[in-house]
């Protein structure tokens, strides 16, 4: 009694402010208490609403209350200090929601600090003195709070479950070993624990045993994917040094034949030239006969025409026709030929070579093997759960479903201000990141949409190209319209044909650059498929146009 009396002197003369003894004590016209200066401190930080309230009934006051000193309540307070009475606890000393309350304290509850379970129950500080005091009380096991406590009493007989029945296995009373599990096979508690635990420990021996081998064997791996990376980046210096040495052995041959074609080419060229200079030459000497001859031909007197016809008459040498050796349209084709030969003969010595290269490097890639699904059971086999990122949707995008469904709104959402959000296209991104093979559906309810994987980078603010899914090389997009569909890239549409349906779903392989759509009703039907190479992980996307109540949602499929 005496104690519980100290607990209410602790809680009478206490500042509910300061949590301590009072100082100066002053009474309020509500009849509460409290410190001089901590009253005075809280009704100064009010002064701006020129509205006082009492800290524990809410009482206000329109008019700041004169703080006088209680001197009864001050005598008192000092009488009480030193009589040893120490200031009330701390806040962090009584039981919130989450702590175990002392089962014997009346009123606002200390935490307990430990439970006792002979008796069973919880007890703070104060209330635990007595089993450490009186000797009966000693033997009782102390373990820290407990919650569980009334789980160790019968509740049949309303006795503590000291006995286990083995046959039964569950806890028992020494009541019940008498009653209804009399003749089965009964330990005491303690006993059964003590068998138990040596099997904890094998089963802990046996766990941490597997522990060590499977830490072993990951560090065998960890060495292993160290020393596949090392082979494989000398691996890749290597051939791309050797494939630069091909590369420059060709563009030397190359520039070789071009050295050759060109010299020949000019030897030809001076040869026809100083041909035709000739031939040229010839038929200005011929023209100038021909004149001569016609004149003649006219002269009357006959003569001159004998006397002139024999000097005229005497033709020079012509050039043989039979020397020109023309050969129209085939002067270098048999270098031509002979590179093109080349050409065949190297292309025969890579396939035949890179067989053997490929097969070097299959042993890593084996297990990744695996045929492309065909049916939907086999898709559903790498089904994932995919949410929206709230932080990406449009403000006219309403999530719900769990981040799982999104709907085109007539009025902007109170979404916060963050960079990655779309702020032109009405579009949104999932949450996950999508590597390796993944496959999910989704369902519309609408005229138009676009469902589409993105790479992270892709440009959210404004409403360029750069931003809209399938307008860029950062994004794929399948275009599901009312009457017709299309598969958009880098900006350039493909058309698709295949049967409507409201459900799409999308297969992803990453590693492999494959990208298929598919409508999904009793059957599935391929719309499209890409294959490509992804150099990030991507990200579902999903677009609704323009119509307002148009939804899109990711399915549940397992």
């Known amino acids: 009694m005496e104690q519980k009396g100290d607990q209410l002197d602790r809680e009478t003369f206490s500042c509910s402010i300061c949590l301590d003894l009072l100082k100066d004590p002053v009474t309020i016209p509500c009849g509460h208490s409290y410190c001089m200066s901590c009253i005075k401190d809280l009704w100064d930080e009010e002064d701006q609403r020129k509205i006082y309230s009492c800290p524990q009934c809410s009482e206000t006051f329109t008019l700041r209350p004169v703080l006088v000193k209680n001197t009864i309540l001050a005598a008192l307070v000092k009488k009480l200090k030193k009589t040893g009475l120490q200031a009330a606890p701390a806040d962090h000393c009584y039981a919130g929601p989450e702590d175990v309350a002392c089962d014997v304290c009346t009123g606002r509850k200390l935490k307990a600090i430990k439970s006792c379970l002979a008796c069973p129950a919880s007890y703070c500080e104060n209330h635990l003195q007595p089993h450490y005091d009186v000797v009966p009380l000693r033997k009782h096991k102390l373990v820290d709070p407990s919650e569980k406590l009334q789980e160790n009493i019968c509740s049949r007989h309303d006795e503590v479950m000291k006995m286990f029945c083995r046959t039964d296995q569950q806890s028992i009373c020494y009541l019940c070993s008498v009653d209804e599990h009399k003749g089965h096979d009964t330990v005491s508690a303690a006993a059964e624990r003590t068998e138990r635990q040596r099997e904890l420990e094998v089963s802990q021996q046996q766990i941490q045993q597997r522990i060590q081998d499977r ?103 012509s050039t043989d026709s039979s020397s020109i050796n023309i050969r129209p349209l085939r002067y ?9 030969e080349l050409r065949d003969q190297l292309q025969d010595i890579l396939k035949e070579k890179w067989t053997n290269i490929s097969l070097t490097g299959t042993e890593v890639d084996v297990l990744m093997s695996e045929p492309e699904p065909k049916t939907r059971t086999e898709f559903l086999k790498y089904s994932c759960e995919i949410t929206l990122d709230p932080n990406t949707a449009h403000t006219y995008l309403l999530l719900s479903e769990g981040n799982r469904k999104v709907e085109r709104m007539s009025q902007q959402q109170s979404y916060s201000n963050h960079p990655d959000r779309f702020t032109g296209w009405h579009q949104v991104l999932s949450r996950e990141s999508l590597t390796g093979r993944c496959y999910w559906e989704v369902e519309r309810k609408g005229r138009e949409f676009r469902v589409a994987v993105a790479y992270k980078n892709i440009s959210r603010a ?44 999308v297969y992803l392989d990453h590693r492999a650059g494959i990208l298929s759509f598919y409508s999904v009703s009793k059957t599935m039907s391929l719309l499209h498929r890409v294959q490509t190479t992804f150099t990030q992980p991507l990200y579902a996307g999903l677009f609704l146009n323009f119509s307002c109540g148009d939804t899109a949602e990711l399915c549940k499929l397992k």
């Not at 041959?253 to 001076?270: A, F, G, L, M």
């Not at 794929?476 to 958009?488: D, E, K, Q």
């Open 332 to 340: 270098f084709e048999d270098v031509t030929a002979a590179v093109s």
């Open 462 to 505: 404004g409403g360029s190209n750069e931003c809209g899914f399938g307008r860029n090389d950062k994004s794929w997009a399948l275009y599901c319209g009312a009457n017709s569909s299309s598969f958009w890239f880098n900006n350039i549409s493909t058309p698709v044909s295949g049967p409507g349906s409201s459900r799409v779903g």
């Open 215 to 317: 830490e072993k064997d990951v560090k065998l791996l960890q060495q292993t994917m160290k020393a596949v990376n090392r082979s494989a980046d000398k691996a890749v210096e290597d051939s791309e040094k050797i494939f630069t040495e091909l590369i420059r052995l060709l563009q030397k041959r190359s520039s070789d034949v071009k050295q050759q074609i060109r010299s020949q080419q000019e030897t030809e060229v001076s040869r026809v030239k100083e041909l035709q200079e000739k031939l040229e030459q010839e038929i200005t000497e011929l023209k100038r006969n021909d004149a001569e001859l016609k004149q003649l031909s006219h002269t009357e007197d006959h003569n001159q025409f004998l006397h002139n016809y024999l000097s005229l008459s005497q033709l020079s040498a």
